[in-house]
């Protein structure tokens, strides 16, 4: 199993996972153009793309998702309240999230996992493939009991540490924009990521991703800190998805028996 990211924070998203057989893109937030030159940087043809899953309507995550899948033909799942055909427009191939009950993607398992952020029916997801599992978790205001519970068995994990609290209070924003970040229905800072990660089995965890990091009140260096501290002794390996260079392809392989 491997993944990449196409880029990752407030100007645009896309997460590669896949396996020999099954590749999906989680949320696509680029226009066809800046897609299809991402991908190729990743050796992807868009034609090797089986399914778009998507994790909210907000435009970051949205904004490439319907070019695309209409140009390529693909299937696109989303929850309904994510879905706004005034505002996405036909979809070739529309596919219902029941956001409490997996699914399959060709030989993937996905879990849908509900999560607390000012949209209309978001969840993030874990992508699963033989006992191996990738879990993408960013735009979230704070941690769920449900969140910690589904993404405590992860091999690899690409987690939001959006801003620094410091950062964002003494940053260019306007009061308002503060608020909704730093709140409960906003984004993860930092020292709430590095919380998630004491329910995580970390023994198990083979690669950290500290994702969605906002380029004006965050720095990587100060999400690294804030990780690492919580992270102990961990053995794994911590990397960071860029806006612009995204992140290379990370590959998995099989989990250990039992
Ligand atoms: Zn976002
Ligand atoms: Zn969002």
Redesign the pocket.
């Known amino acids: 199993m491997q993944f990449a990211s196409l880029g990752s924070g407030?100007k645009g998203?896309g997460t590669l996972v896949q396996n020999n057989d099954t590749s999906v893109l989680v949320d696509l937030g680029f226009t066809l153009k800046e897609t299809e030159r991402r991908l190729k940087r990743l050796g992807k043809s868009p034609h090797d793309v089986n399914a778009i899953l998507v994790t909210h309507e907000?435009a970051?995550?949205v904004h490439g998702v319907a070019p695309f899948a209409r140009k390529y033909r693909l299937p696109v799942y989303l929850t309904p309240g994510t879905y706004n055909p005034d505002k996405m427009g036909q979809l070739p191939d529309l596919r219902k999230v029941n956001c409490h009950r997996p699914f399959r993607v060709g030989s993937l398992g996905v879990e849908p996992v509900p999560v607390p952020h000012d949209a209309r029916e978001p969840c993030q997801y874990i992508i699963s493939s033989e006992g191996t599992r990738v879990g993408v978790l960013?735009?979230l205001g704070h941690i769920t009991p449900f969140v910690r519970q589904q993404y405590a068995n992860c091999h690899a994990l690409l987690l939001e540490c959006n801003h620094d609290t410091e950062m964002l209070e003494n940053g260019p924003y306007p009061y308002q924009l503060k608020q909704r970040v730093g709140g409960n229905h906003g984004h993860l800072n930092n020292e709430q990521a590095a919380d998630l990660l004491k329910s995580i089995e970390l023994p198990k965890l083979k690669h950290l991703v500290i994702s969605?990091v906002s380029e004006q009140n965050n720095q990587p260096q100060l999400a690294e800190q804030a990780v690492t501290r919580a992270l102990g002794t961990w053995r794994g390996e911590l990397h960071v998805a860029r806006q612009e260079q995204g992140l290379d392809w990370i590959s998995l392989s099989a989990p250990d028996p039992g």
Do not use: G
């Open positions: 407030s998203n907000h970051d995550h960013t735009d969605h």
